[in-house]
RNA sequence: GGGCGCUUAGUUCAGAGGGAGAACGCUACCUUGACACGGUAGAGGUCGGAGGUUCAAGUCCUCCAGCGCCCA
């Protein structure tokens, strides 16, 4: 074995090996129980980041804990086709080349849109198995591909059937630069620095009129009233009165409405139905005409007269000029303001009416509302549990068509004839109402997300009654980042119950997104973004992951930590060597019984404290605390395994003799070894399958071992009691050693002075142990009360007093100042001690058992502290 | 405007009522027959601030400040 752990001469044939004896392919099989997830499918725009490497490894971790613990274990993997992104992707190249998707057209541009979803999909895929995905390869889908297009055709009539789905004119969100409408989830609102117009509309007569207060006065050239509130004393006279707008000279009527907010501006709003959707609503309740003023191309229409064909903002500009001509701008106040921005391109959308499809969402939020009341579906952390809920609680309708060419079609037919609507689950050759075959389909696509809502079922052969989906759905888990709650998971809890009759996953794990070193979100556009191969190239895969786990608390974003990566590498290395030191030494192990061997006290110890370890990461992982769980495993494996046993246990592998104790010591650091390997293998796949394979085993594959248990049996608080006197007087000795500087080669000789003869033969029983671990020459031993041979270092532990024997060096001045510290310390918390058990409350109030842990303490510091104080006396004695 | 989260060692983060923890970094000593990606021993926190509850408060409550996010 090589002396450190080398990821890039593993990684990859390991991952073959696995692909070649199909160690992630999941079948129904009804003689287990299932356990499946479903990927989150990235997106073909790009390749993975930190945030997928992060979402994976939870995956890969909880795939491969339940396919060890028994379960058919069935990770779907796949991708998404990402509409409008991937389109403007693909928009983007051909601008480089001085192009747009029109000058292409349609069938070209999909075409070029196919090839790059290849070339990202080979490098996601790639990517993904150097993270070390156990996905079944076999069940891979994409989001455009045949299966799940028929999925998405099924629920699409499904619902238009059922009137879910409806046709009509209101208002959305338009981004004028890539030319869709869009939800009002794809609309990002940022606060920006901007200006409150104010502008007067004179009354017809030549009267003052009101005056408006706006923060986009292009729009004015559409409004169709001015709205007061109804209490307003200020309007009260002007209700039902008109003004004029100016610029237009159109004649406007005065409206009351409550919506009006009093306190804003001057308490009357400019009303243009067409460009704002609290506007629309007041235009509806006092019939007022919608005018549009602004296309979809963000350019002024042909109702505004001089101003058609402008661009919005020079219109903005060219309105503010002329209004400040002819005196009607009364003045321009700072104001910030959150216009919405289209999340995909940054663009500030148009809030316009435009007729799309939607889909109605109140009966479906019902039902997702229903899904977690009644503890169907679960949220982890718990407390996204409101979040989800005050959304569906709000529901809007989703516009679901998009104008793009990227995507599933919509499949809804127009005829030319009667002008009714075919949808239908088989493309029709004429019309369902009149017969016509003059009919045409509607060129747009649908929201991308909405064959995600899909995906937990379509993946598993949805509307088709497949084995895969009687026996997998429910999936059990949904891993995903908590920016996404809205977008998908709430969709696929509703589109699940509603169209499959079952909530699509039991449980959702949200997890927080990374941020980089100064805690902002990692993107590529900020040049943060962290490749995860390149740190699986430095580090390796199995640290990443590692180093990740450490780094989930939950819901909590994570900040990337290049010193965990290095922390957790060198965990790799350390478990890599403690593995090659048990290999060296395992050439001629007997395997031995455990239960019917003499044990040592060491033996015993680890066997207790390997069994606690288990319990602990079991109880973690349950609750989905995978940081917690890591640490178990570290601590135990660092600084109990390899600290402590295996430096225990070179005493019995390299002396002659007592071949017995040999043949029990390679037993249990066999037994340990090949545990702490299958435990840690859902965190360090890679490593931990290379160094299993190494070791005597029967199996194909780690990844296929029964996960190992808990042992309530191998639990020894006697063991676990005795064995920390022993490590307290060996790390006293060595902290002694320390002081003074004595260097590890330099033995040294000890003298132990015990309280009681129980301990006493603890001591002389581990004896090897002590001389071992703390290299020390002779170690002598008393009962209490001896004293302490003259010119000593002295430490005062468990009742025990350490001598380290140093007749010629010793300065005797300086070790008594050594020891008035060590007194120092002990005096405060005895003070501490002393406090609290004057305090009759405490007495009366605090639990015997703490009561009485605080009486122990404090006849310890006070027995240490007599005998530090001898200590003194007697070095104070002997001074010169 | 409403809601959520965070504030603990130089840095990144755990801890959720009974004597402050980890990783990395730092100091000293050490190539000890698994490992210098190592060993041993250390230094380093009035746990954001102010009140309160409690015998006991990083830990529970209230308020405040700062940072971040979501929704309108």
């Known amino acids: 074995m090589e002396k450190a752990y080398q990821p890039q001469q593993v990684e990859d044939r390991i991952y073959q090996y696995w692909l070649e004896i199909g160690a992630f392919d999941a079948e129904v099989n009804p003689a287990k129980q299932p356990y499946c997830i479903v990927i989150p499918p990235p997106n073909v725009t790009g390749v993975l980041h930190m945030g997928h490497a992060l979402d994976e490894t939870i995956q890969d971790l909880l795939i491969r804990l339940h396919r060890m613990k028994g379960y058919e274990a069935l990770w779907v993997p796949g991708t998404d086709h990402a509409g409008i992104a991937t389109q403007n992707v693909v928009e983007a190249q051909l601008e480089e080349e001085g192009l747009t ?20 999909h080979r490098i996601i895929t790639d990517q993904l198995k150097r993270i070390g995905v156990s996905v079944d390869w076999r069940r891979e889908r994409f989001t455009l591909d045949e299966g799940l297009s028929r999925a998405v055709r099924e629920a699409f009539v499904t619902l238009y059937e059922q009137g879910l789905i409806y046709r009509g004119a209101r208002m959305i969100n338009w981004c004028p630069r890539c030319g869709t409408g869009l939800s009002d989830l794809e609309v990002e609102r940022e606060l920006v620095p901007g200006h409150l117009w104010y502008i007067r509309y004179p009354e017809p007569n030549g009267g003052p009129g009101v005056v408006v207060a706006t923060t986009r006065p292009e729009t004015m050239l559409g409004d ?29 009527p005065i409206v009351a409405d409550d919506y009006i907010d009093m306190e804003f501006g001057t308490g009357a709003l400019k009303v243009t139905p067409a460009h704002d959707p609290n506007d629309l609503e007041i235009g509806q309740r006092h019939n007022l005409p919608s005018i549009l003023v602004i296309d979809r191309a963000g350019k002024m229409t042909d109702e505004t007269g001089p101003y058609a064909g402008l661009d919005r903002y020079e219109c903005r500009k060219r309105v503010v000029a002329d209004l400040q001509k002819q005196g009607l701008l009364e003045r321009i106040e700072d104001y910030q303001h959150t216009p919405g921005r289209c999340q995909r391109c940054g663009t500030v959308v148009e809030p316009l009416v435009s007729t799309q499809w939607f889909v109605r969402m109140e009966p479906l939020a019902k039902e997702g509302l229903a899904a977690v009341d009644s503890g169907q579906v679960r949220f982890i952390p718990e407390r996204w549990t409101k979040v989800y809920r005050d959304w569906l609680e709000n529901i809007q309708d989703w516009c679901i068509s998009r104008q793009l060419w990227w995507g599933h079609p919509i499949p809804v037919w127009y005829c030319n004839d009667c002008g009714e609507v075919t949808c239908t689950r088989e493309d029709p050759t004429r019309c369902a109402h009149c017969g016509s075959e003059n009919i045409q389909q509607d060129p747009d696509v649908l929201d991308t997300w909405f064959s995600s809502a899909l995906w937990p079922f379509s993946t ?4 088709e009654e497949t084995p895969e989906l009687d026996y997998f759905y429910p999936t059990s888990v949904l891993v995903t980042g908590y920016d996404i ?15 499959v009759g079952k909530e699509p996953f039991s449980e959702v794990f949200l997890h927080g997104l990374v941020r980089d070193e100064r805690g902002q979100k990692m993107s590529k556009s900020l040049g943060n973004a962290v490749d995860p191969i390149e740190l699986m190239d430095e580090y390796g895969a199995d640290a990443m992951r590692f180093a990740l786990c450490q780094l989930i608390t939950h819901g909590q974003d994570v900040t990337y930590s290049p010193d965990r990566m290095v922390g957790a590498r060198n965990f790799c290395n350390k478990l890599w060597n403690a593995s090659r030191f048990v290999i060296m030494n395992l050439a001629d192990m007997q395997p031995v019984a455990l239960e019917s061997t003499q044990l040592s006290l060491a033996d015993r110890w680890i066997l207790s404290r390997h069994s606690r370890m288990l319990a602990e990461v079991q109880r973690q992982l349950d609750g989905y605390n995978l940081a917690q769980a890591a640490e178990a495993i570290y601590d135990y494996v660092w600084g109990e395994f390899c600290d402590w046993y295996a430096e225990i246990a070179k005493i019995d592998l390299y002396t002659d003799g007592d071949n017995s104790r040999r043949k029990t010591v390679q037993t249990i650091l066999h037994t340990l070894l090949d545990e702490i390997l299958r435990t840690i293998h859902p965190f360090m796949p890679f490593i931990t399958e290379e160094i299993w394979q190494r070791l005597p085993h029967s199996g194909e594959t780690i990844s296929r071992q029964p996960y190992p248990q808990a042992r309530e049996r191998w639990r020894d608080e006697e063991a676990e009691a005795q064995m920390s006197v022993l490590q307290t007087a060996i790390t006293q000795i060595r902290a002694l050693r320390a002081e003074l500087s004595i260097s590890p080669g330099q033995p040294v000789n000890v003298t132990v002075i015990v309280p009681d003869e129980e301990t006493m033969s603890l001591i002389a029983s581990q004896q090897q142990a002590i001389t071992s671990l703390a290299r020390v020459e002779e170690l002598n031993l008393a009962t209490a009360p001896a004293k302490p041979p003259q010119a000593a270092l002295l430490a005062v532990s468990e009742g025990m007093q350490i001598c380290l024997h140093l007749p010629e060096r010793l300065d005797i001045e300086e070790e008594i100042q050594r020891i008035r510290r060590e007194i120092d310390e002990l005096e405060k918390l005895r003070k501490r001690s002393v406090k609290k058990l004057q305090n009759s409350d405490f007495l009366n109030k605090a639990p015997a058992q703490v009561v009485n842990k605080e009486k122990e303490k404090l006849a310890e510091f006070d027995r240490d502290l007599q005998r530090l104080w001898d200590q003194v006396k007697l070095l104070s004695s002997i001074s010169p």
């Open 485 to 499: 709650i809205y977008f998908w998971v709430a969709r696929m809890i509703m589109m699940g119950k509603h169209l």
């Open 101 to 120: 998707r029109h000058d292409l057209g349609r069938e070209k541009f999909v075409k070029r849109v196919w090839e790059v979803k290849d070339k990202h």
């Open 224 to 252: 169709t009233a001015v709205a007061v509130h109804p209490q307003d004393e200020r309007y009260k006279e002007m209700i039902g009165r008109t003004v004029i707008l100016p610029l237009m000279n159109r004649e406007i």
């Open 460 to 463: 598993l052969g949805w509307p």
